[in-house]
């Protein structure tokens, strides 16, 4: 059975997201979309919400099941014996950042890490693109999946 994790902050989850998401449905029998938990970081969603988010984004598909975490990702596959760590790339910044954890995780672990490139209509949007958009009280719904909506 080929299990991926898909771990990040989704804070909020964006299109880019859920394109990738959606896209690695037919490589892998199981995706577990892991949120991270970093108590120094300071998120404007709930823990709640983003995980509420995204299992409303992908309620009707059976593979997907959405968690939270502490610590270390390849830790986190070890305990649910995920045999890779599923990342996004945007950009060439995306790429040398993600490449240097890769290889960290696999030294650690022999994790295999899987990148996908995001399609280029979303390639441009980030988290924290849309946070800045929802602050300023800008348009953010065609950058997030419908779930995502502020109150």
Do not use: W
């Amino acid at each position: 059975m080929r299990k991926a994790i898909f771990p990040g902050s989704f804070d909020p989850i964006t299109l880019g997201h859920e394109d990738i998401i959606k896209r690695s449905i037919p490589l892998f029998d199981e995706i577990v979309i892991a949120i991270g938990i970093n108590a120094e970081k300071k998120y404007m969603f709930s823990l709640e919400d983003r995980k509420r988010f995204i299992e409303e984004t992908f309620k009707n598909e059976p593979k997907i099941s959405v968690i939270t975490y502490e610590g270390l990702t390849t830790e986190l596959c070890k305990k649910l014996k995920a045999d890779f760590i599923l990342r996004g790339l945007r950009n060439p910044a995306d790429f040398e950042f993600e490449k240097a954890i890769a290889h960290t995780n696999r030294r650690l672990s022999k994790i295999e890490t899987v990148f996908l490139l995001t399609a280029a209509k979303t390639s441009y949007i980030s988290s924290s693109i849309v946070r800045d958009v929802i602050r300023n009280g800008g348009q953010y719904e065609m950058l997030v999946p419908d779930a995502v909506r502020v109150k």
